[in-house]
């Protein structure tokens, strides 16, 4: 009798493996990008067949999973819309239901993007008793390390209501709620997988140092013991909560990162470049990428500023990203800026002044080169239409010779361009804007943005 036990008990186990499994990024409520062709992945029996239909396919999908038990199926998704079902069929069925066609965006980096109205933002309790919006949808990935890039991800999708939306990413939502009204109500689906604390060598795969060894080599000077908040191997957070999701398809990213790195900015630069590379060569296109710079914040030297100028020479190099300035919403002496609504809202128009060809102010003036003219500098500026400064004058350029022994300089528009000179200077080879942990920027635009921190150093 106890054997046929164990034997019944075999054949039901066999029966329950042969059942499809999908990661936890395929659930009720997703969001899947539209008008792209997107791929639906997981693990059943080798050689099982699995059917997928949904209810905006207008043909089945079927495949055989391969010998290691994995399957992925691909297909092209139509315009916007749902609530849809899609059906994943073999020897049990998956349904996954009220499923949504629209844009899909990722956002990661560390605390200031991961912080929510919970965490106590300006006016949060207000815009949070707004925030019913059945068409944006949040998946939130926990916080989760590994050795190894992982094949699932710790997470679940849910519905934009005032109580979820009070746990999200305040930076998600805004962008979120500002990209659907300008689109007119196409389902946005936000994926936020950050971790407070967290360097960015953590974010970026392993193959970036075994390229680049002075990369880690530069995070030892940085590495401490594990940290009570958060690890501190490198690749651990990209491991568990970027690789897991790397097949699923985005419309683009946003990164919100970089107070960590303070302590070892020298290397941010290639750092970030190589985040950026391997996360698209995994992805296997070129998608959108935005740097949120960091706010201003007084307690750490100029090292601050360093890494606010990598982040926009890193945009600025690097194809298919762009910086979203927020200096000007900076509080100084709190790391975490407590007014989140802007940073989200030019996000957002930044992606649809690029991505979506819906908005025309989203650029922030960029400079675009400098040039030495005797005693003066110029400075060519993009996006600078009304280029102005807030208080008519600016003390916030420098300028230096060789010895980058930096003085105060005078500073002059025209039209697009910035004139900067200084009478202690008489052959100027290096010039600086804003270069200050505690200081406003005073440069804008017609549409009132501020321009990045500038400096012409290598």
């Not at 400075?379 to 350029?397: I, P, R, Y």
């Not at 010895?403 to 004139?419: L, R, T």
């Amino acid at each position: 009798m106890k054997s046929i036990i164990n034997i019944l008990s075999l054949f039901i186990t066999s029966f329950a493996m042969a059942n499809i499994h999908l990661p936890a990024i395929f659930a009720d409520g997703m969001v899947l990008q539209r008008n792209a062709e997107v791929t639906i992945w997981g693990n059943a029996d080798p050689r099982e067949e699995i059917t997928l239909k949904a209810d905006f396919l207008d043909k089945e999908y079927k495949v055989k999973a391969a010998n290691d038990a994995t399957f992925k199926i691909t297909f092209k998704t139509p315009k916007e819309g749902g609530p849809y079902t899609i059906s994943l069929k073999s020897y049990n069925e998956v349904s996954l239901k009220n499923v949504m066609l629209g844009e899909v965006w990722l956002m990661s980096g560390q605390s200031n993007m991961e912080m929510s109205a919970a965490w106590g933002i300006k006016d949060g309790d207000a815009e949070m008793a707004k925030a019913n919006y059945p068409n944006i949808r949040f998946f939130t990935a926990r916080k989760s390390s590994a050795e190894f890039p992982q094949k699932d991800i710790i997470g679940n999708w849910a519905t934009c209501t005032p109580e979820m939306a009070k746990y999200f990413s305040a930076v998600g939502y805004f962008f979120a709620q500002r990209l659907q009204n300008e689109l007119g109500n196409v389902p946005v689906g936000i994926i936020c997988s950050a971790w407070g604390g967290s360097a960015a060598e953590l974010w970026t795969p392993k193959s970036a140092f075994e390229e680049n060894p002075f990369l880690l080599e530069n995070f030892k000077k940085l590495q401490s013991s594990e940290n009570e908040y958060y690890p501190t191997r490198i690749s651990a957070a990209y491991n568990a909560m970027i690789a897991p999701i790397n097949e699923y398809k985005i419309a683009g990213a946003a990164w919100y990162q970089g107070e960590t790195n303070t302590g070892n900015a020298n290397s941010y630069e290639p750092l970030l470049t190589s985040m950026i590379n391997s996360w698209r060569k995994a992805k296997g296109y070129e998608f959108p990428f935005y740097i949120i710079q960091l706010a201003s914040y007084k307690g750490w030297g100029d090292s601050t500023a360093q890494i606010k100028n990598i982040q926009r020479k890193v945009s600025q190099s690097v194809p298919k990203s762009g910086l979203v300035v927020i200096s000007d919403y900076s509080m100084i002496d709190d790391i975490h800026p407590k007014d989140k609504k802007p940073v989200g809202v030019r996000l957002a128009n930044l992606a649809l002044t690029d991505v979506y060809k819906k908005n025309t102010l989203g650029n922030f003036p960029t400079w675009k080169s400098t040039e030495f003219k005797g005693n003066k500098a110029v400075l060519t500026l993009e996006f600078a239409d009304g280029l102005h400064f807030k208080n008519k004058t600016s003390d916030q350029f420098e300028i230096a010779g060789a010895d980058k022994k930096y003085v105060k300089a005078k500073a002059e528009i025209k039209g697009n361009q910035i004139i900067v000179e200084a009478k202690e200077v008489k052959t100027p080879v290096f010039v600086r804007y804003n270069w200050s942990n505690e200081a406003f920027p005073d440069l804008f635009n017609k549409a009132n943005l501020p321009a990045s921190v500038y400096s012409n150093e290598k």
